[in-house]
């Protein structure tokens, strides 16, 4: 029996049978070698390996006429459509409105209060118009509201955290003052 070895991933493998190749899959272009060839080949040019790479001739599916009159049977997916794609509108009118991007706000909210709740409100901020655009709507108003969420939580934030630093340095220089004995320095 006639046996072959093949080049996959830059690496030398085999020897392997025709029946093992056809189980393997490859592909016209996969470098091939056997016993009695010169160099290695891309397994369509050698004649043992070309009906790895015929397709057989399909059978057409079966044609059922249709049943006038007959009532209707239910027609039932097979496959759950759990990623189905949103409503598809015709015209603009029928569009719902864009929900607001929040972005100047997010921008504001990193800057001034907490850059790292802000940081996250300006991804779902950028997310509103390209999922309106690509016809996601449920995903434009999610991003939105999580946009605004991050917004009003990183304002929070940082507005407790300079209300404690604030609180903070009071006592700590009237603690100071204390220490010095009221003296100013």
């Given at each position: 029996m006639k046996q072959y070895y093949i080049i996959r991933n830059d690496q030398q493998a085999g020897p392997y049978t025709l029946e093992e190749l056809a189980a393997m899959e490859i592909t016209p272009d996969t470098m091939v070698w056997s016993e009695g060839m010169t160099d290695w080949t891309p397994a369509h040019q050698v004649n043992e390996l070309t009906s790895l790479f015929t397709r057989s001739a399909q059978t057409p599916p079966s044609y059922n006429a249709p049943n006038y009159g007959a009532p209707a049977a239910p027609q039932y997916h097979s496959e759950p459509h759990y990623n189905s794609r949103p409503p598809q509108y015709n015209t603009p009118a029928e569009q719902p409105p864009m929900p607001p991007t929040y972005l100047a706000w997010s921008i504001a909210v990193t800057l001034l209060c907490c850059l790292v709740g802000g940081i996250v409100?300006?991804?779902?901020?950028?997310?509103?118009?390209?999922?309106?655009?690509?016809?996601?709507?449920?995903?434009?108003?999610?991003?939105?509201?999580?946009?605004?969420?991050?917004?009003?939580?990183?304002?929070?934030v940082g507005l407790a955290v300079i209300i404690a630093y604030s609180i903070w340095a009071l006592f700590f220089a009237t603690s100071f003052a204390a220490f010095s004995g009221g003296y100013n320095i």
């Open positions: 409100a300006i991804v779902y901020s950028s997310q509103v118009s390209s999922r309106y655009i690509a016809g996601d709507y449920e995903g434009a108003d999610y991003a939105s509201r999580q946009a605004r969420i991050w917004i009003i939580v990183s304002a929070c």
